[in-house]
């Protein structure tokens, strides 16, 4: 391996290190810290052996009185440094990690791509700084304490017979290069030879588990537990084999401790070094041996931080963040003015090939003027709603806001314009107010209550004995689902954007809550623009127009009255709807 | 949670490992042995060097030590990690059988999750605790019991030291919590996951960033986090003051045993051999305990994975019930007499009676959440009747072999699980001495052909997981395929065109239709267009079957 690839390959590290730059001197004090303990500990037992060794010669009490002091500072200072150390390290990694964290996420709030959705994916960015963490508390400080007492431990043999340290020197070599290099190239060949087989079989997990109702009623199940079983047995085999290889590396530690405090003895006896000092280069050599190998788990550490390094190294890389700092968003003015929004053609293609999720949409949405689109699940409602929040761009066509191109706007001020409720809303691991005041921080009590009533959480957060000030729990975990759907509900009313966007504003709650809901909502919006995304047709009488999509195409529009009359999806969807929910049935019309 | 640091269940269930755990308990008492003659040797060697010589047994008998420990320290890593894997495998299978043998009615929901992520990954969690702790386990045991002997042996009066302060480790450790050490490290791991609610920002990105909050988060992300940087010293803080008591512990009791053994020496009452031997042991008495407290917290996470593995693959199965011999053959009517199904929380059915005849079609419809797919859980046998029963043929359905009973249903889910297999494995689920002809025939009975036409590999393009993603809609036409192939008397269909934009829907339709056709049907419909070809009409709501009666639309209520 030559230098210039551990060098480039390094390239992640270097990205994510030049983020400890500020912490630079606690982190060299830590490093410091952690050699002087390791030192502190090899000085014990060498200085130890030198006490017992020349109290067999029978002196003098007092030429002892200097090591048995340093025996009892150096076993009490080993403790104490190992704590200020430790408490030292993570204080400095932790501070970085808070400007890893801030980095990480400034980049994703300004980058305009998606960020992570999936709960694995996220888990992952978490789990990747934390890499960083490891990077620095694991393998550097740990490296650079060892490589310092290695160094130090040669220099101070040296002075008393520089055979014994050169052999001390090639053992030490051993340890700390040739067996981590080794450790480090096994590690990687496990891991890859390993994730493949490994990826299978959760894989074959997810479709026993998930896919075990369509296993039972097929008759399949025996058969896929046997094909899942001889992959686990697979895998087990395999790592037997790998570990049995990997532990080799361990064993060859063992050897090289006592083969170089073998040759130390043999070469120091050889140069008549003095025999106290003989024993005390034997246990030296034996600590600093052992010391040296701690190489080798942090080289095995390393490599499994690699994946989750470089993935933190990409998301930090300069080019790929904007650099510019993130800045406030422009205060809310008071009243957001509603734009006249226009659909003209708008087509929309995730994929080149791909069906088109919109085809050729139009859609004229003037001030004060409420719509609903509804058609069935896949028609391309949710992307009418992302195009007009500019977070979808229009593969052809264009969508307008007074006159203006979508894209046009800055992405700080396109909130106040377009929004609300969209698909996916989040709920915050924060009080119902913080919340609620996200879309418009500035509100005042009165408003707060006044969006939860329409939304019809009022009631709800009157029960809870901390009122506004309940705490949400993980990702809304404490509500239910009605009540989570709700608080996102209040807060887009609250938000009150120009052009208010709700994507299926009462989906989580049954007909009769949804029926109750969507009209007090209604009503609170009446005189604002509002774009009603919903595949429930109840309570869409009062609204202006109706469009709905299929397939990404507008089959049918008008007012719920006419399109009742009409023969089509949507008076088809309205008559079993009807029954489904009131029990009575008209097949003629 | 279970807190022992061997769980005695798992010699019980993974007999394999037994033997591998025993070698590895004798490899323990082999280190410890090895550990002593090492010293032995070393203190020879370095005694005869005082004098200036080189005792040559000694050297080579260091030597032999040194290379003997290094076998162990391998055979030791070998050992642990094949039980790591052994059991591993092993509890995989149990897991994923435990699957099989309670129903798909036990697996449904979130601990489908749990079964996934622990048969998968999870378990590997265990690979620490093997190799990494329980090696140490045991030679906190064989060790210091080694030394002491050896050291009693060479001189009593240190030994008796060492036997007075050993008990000094675990009894200090307990008094400050390795368990509590533990849990604060645990803590430490979780609130660093959270990383100051770092997570949950990023998971909200959307919704900021549709409020136009995203910017102005980024100081709140790092007030946070820094709040979380406090708290966590704060723990740490605690935690590494345990570990240097320990370590303090430790150090003096060594000092304890030097002193006067220093000071003998001095007077001339001591060989420098033993006492030697004496410095070079002690330390070792020590360690191990300390080394395997350390290591408890990082095999947590293992040793969790082992007691969620053991308790849920253990877990009885229900009851199995009677095998009835009969078995209705050809057509048979089906009955729900007086059928209530009670979940945890919620009543799906109550009090449900209903005759199903031969070559019926029904339809059934009621919104979402009312009980109509409990209706056809009941007759695929994932969900049993909590009150009355269902029969078939006048069998009741928990005394029929479920196997052959299902190989006379076709099911066509809400949403049809794809496996990470090929499309033509996917639709041959079940049916795999399928002919190609039958194949392709129900291919384009389920109008998949265009949707094959489109894929790389056509019917052999791998699906799911790590394969090719199908739209709900084409997904939907799979699970229909697959219901073709069977050619099953009796079929299930849940809601079969939902996610079908029109143009599909049409096509799918008349699939349905031709499927239904001459058979026992009954399909949860939410479309008009699936009502118009079917026997009656049910309507479910809240627990309760009503037969619908249609009336003209002048004389709606």
């Known amino acids: 391996m030559s230098e210039r690839i551990v060098w480039r390959r390094a390239m992640n590290e270097r990205i994510v290190l030049r983020l400890a730059r500020p912490y630079l001197r606690r982190l060299i004090g830590a490093g410091l810290l952690a050699a002087a303990t390791e030192f502190a500990g090899l000085a014990l037992m060498a200085t130890a052996t030198w006490l017992l060794m020349t109290a067999a010669g029978q002196p003098p009490l007092d030429r002892l009185t200097v090591a048995i002091v340093a025996v009892r500072a150096l076993a009490v200072s080993r403790g104490v440094l190992r704590y200020t150390e430790r408490l030292a390290g993570h204080d400095a990694v932790l501070r970085l990690i808070t400007d890893v964290r801030a980095r990480v996420f400034a980049t994703l709030a300004t980058r305009r791509g998606d960020p992570p959705r999936s709960g694995d994916a996220l888990s992952r960015l978490v789990s990747d700084v934390d890499a960083v963490q490891d990077l620095l508390l694991r393998v550097l400080v740990p490296a650079a304490a060892a490589g310092l007492v290695s160094v130090l431990a040669v220099g101070l043999t040296a002075l008393v017979s520089l055979p014994a340290a050169l052999a001390l020197a090639v053992g030490l070599l051993v340890a700390a290069v040739a067996l981590p290099a080794l450790a480090t190239a096994l590690t990687r060949r496990a891991g890859a030879e390993v994730a493949p087989l490994r990826g299978a079989l959760a894989t074959d997990a997810v479709d026993l588990t998930h896919g075990a109702a369509d296993l039972a009623a097929f008759g399949a199940t025996s058969d896929a537990l046997a094909a899942a079983g001889r992959r686990a047995r697979r895998l087990a085999r395999l790592e037997r084999r790998l570990a049995a290889l990997g532990f080799a590396v361990d064993a060859a530690g063992v050897l090289v401790a006592g083969l170089t405090a073998g040759a130390v003895v043999y070469v120091a006896l050889g140069a008549d070094v003095d025999g106290v000092l003989v024993g005390v280069l034997a246990v030296g050599t034996l600590a600093a041996v052992e010391i040296a190998l701690a190489l080798v788990g942090a080289a095995r550490q390393w490599t499994g931080l690699r994946s989750g390094l470089a993935r933190v190294a990409h998301l930090l890389a300069p080019g790929d963040a904007s650099s510019e700092t993130p800045r406030d968003s422009v205060s809310a003015p008071a009243v957001a003015p509603a734009p006249s929004v226009r659909f003209e053609a708008v087509t929309v293609r995730y994929r080149v090939g791909a069906a088109a999720a919109l085809d050729g949409v139009d859609l004229e949405l003037p001030p004060g003027r409420r719509v609903a689109v509804v058609g069935p699940s896949g028609a391309g409602k949710s992307t009418l709603a992302a195009v007009l929040t500019g977070a979808v761009s229009p593969t052809a066509g264009r969508v307008t806001l007074n006159g203006r191109d979508v894209s046009a706007y800055p992405s700080q001020e396109l909130p106040y314009l377009v929004g609300g409720l969209l698909a996916e809303a989040y709920v915050f691991h924060a009080t119902v107010r913080d919340n609620m005041l996200l879309g418009s921080p500035n509100a005042d009590e009165d408003a707060l209550l006044t969006a939860a009533t329409a939304a019809g959480l009022a009631d709800w957060v009157r029960a809870q004995p901390d009122g506004w000030d309940t705490v949400v729990g993980e990702e809304g975990g404490q509500l239910s689902g009605g009540q989570r759907q709700r608080l996102a509900l209040a807060r887009a009313l609250l938000a009150a954007p120009g052009v208010l966007v709700l994507d299926e504003p009462t989906e989580g709650l049954d007909p009769t809550a949804a029926d109750q809901v969507l009209a007090s909502a209604l009503a609170a919006t009446v005189g604002h623009s509002v774009l009603l995304i919903t595949h429930r047709l109840s309570g869409l009488a009062e609204l202006d127009e109706i469009v709905v999509l299929d397939a990404g195409r507008v089959v049918q529009r008008g007012r719920h009255a006419a399109l009742v009359a009409t023969p089509g999806w949507y008076r088809e969807q309205w008559v079993l709807q009807q029954a489904a929910e009131h029990g009575y049935l008209a097949l003629s019309g | ?557």
């Open chain 2, 1 to 557: 949670m279970n807190r022992r640091p061997f769980d005695p269940r798992l010699l019980r269930r993974v007999p394999a490992a037994r033997r591998d755990l025993a070698l590895l308990a004798l490899l323990g008492v082999l280190a410890a042995g090895l550990v002593v003659a090492q010293a032995t040797a070393l203190a020879v060697l370095l005694a005869t060097a005082f004098t200036g010589q080189l005792d040559r047994a000694a050297l080579v008998g260091l030597l032999a030590t040194v290379a003997a420990r290094s076998l162990v320290v391998w055979a030791q890593g070998a050992v642990s990690a094949r039980v790591a894997a052994t059991v591993k495998a092993a509890l995989r299978a149990d897991l994923l059988g435990a699957v099989a043998q309670h129903g798909p009615g036990w697996v449904a929901g979130q601990r489908a999750g749990q079964l996934a992520t622990l048969a998968g990954r999870g378990l590997d969690a265990l690979d620490a605790y093997f190799t990494g702790y329980l090696p140490q386990l045991v030679l906190s045991v064989t060790v210091p019991v080694a030394v002491l002997g050896r050291v009693l042996f060479a001189d009593w009066s240190s030994a008796l030291i060492i036997a007075l302060t050993l008990p000094l480790i675990p009894i200090f450790g307990a008094l400050l919590g390795w368990q509590a050490q533990a849990a604060t490290e645990r803590q430490w791991r979780r609130l660093s996951l959270l990383g100051g609610h770092f997570l949950d920002m990023v998971a909200g990105l959307p919704t900021l960033r549709a409020f136009g909050r995203a910017r102005a988060q980024t100081d709140a992300v790092r007030r946070m986090a820094d709040g979380h940087r406090i708290a966590t010293m704060k723990t740490l803080r605690i935690a590494f003051l345990s570990a240097l008591v320990l370590e303090l512990v430790a150090t003096l009791s060594v000092a304890l045993v030097a002193v006067p053994v220093g000071i003998r020496l001095l007077g001339g009452g001591l060989a420098l051999q033993t006492a030697l031997l004496v410095l070079l042991l002690t330390p070792e008495a020590y360690l191990p305990l300390r080394a395997a407290g350390s290591r408890f917290h990082a095999s947590m996470e293992g040793l969790t994975a082992l007691d969620e593995a053991l308790t849920l693959s253990g877990s009885a199965p229900p009851a199995p019930a009677g095998r009835a011999s009969a078995q209705p053959d050809g057509p048979a009517e089906i009955r729900f007499e007086s059928v209530t199904v009670a979940y945890e929380r919620t009543t799906a059915l109550r009090d449900v009676t209903l005759t199903i005849r031969p070559g019926e079609r029904i339809a059934i419809i009621g919104p979402s959440g009312a009980g109509k797919s409990t209706l056809l859980n009941l007759l695929l046998g994932f969900v049993r009747p909590t009150d009355g029963r269902v029969t078939v043929g006048g069998i009741d359905l928990t005394e029929i072999d479920l196997d052959s009973w299902r190989r006379q249903v076709a099911w066509v889910p809400q949403r049809a699980h794809l496996f990470a297999a090929s499309l033509a494995d996917n639709i041959r689920l079940g049916t795999t001495d399928a002919t190609p002809a039958a194949l392709s025939a129900a291919v384009h009975a389920a109008a998949l052909d265009e949707v094959v036409a489109t894929l790389p590999d056509g019917l052999d393009t791998l699906l799911g997981e790590r394969g090719y993603g199908l739209s709900s809609g084409q997904r939907q036409r799979v699970a229909l395929a697959r219901a073709f192939l069977r050619d099953a008397p009796v079929v299930l269909l849940d809601e079969p065109t939902a996610r079908l934009d029109a143009a599909a829907e049409a096509v799918v339709l008349s699939a349905t239709r031709s499927l239904v056709a001459s058979r026992t049907a009954l399909l949860v419909a939410h479309r008009p267009a699936l009502l118009t070809d079917v026997d009656r009409i049910l309507r479910v709501e809240d627990g309760r079957v009503t037969e619908l009666t249609p009336v003209p639309a002048g004389e709606r209520p």
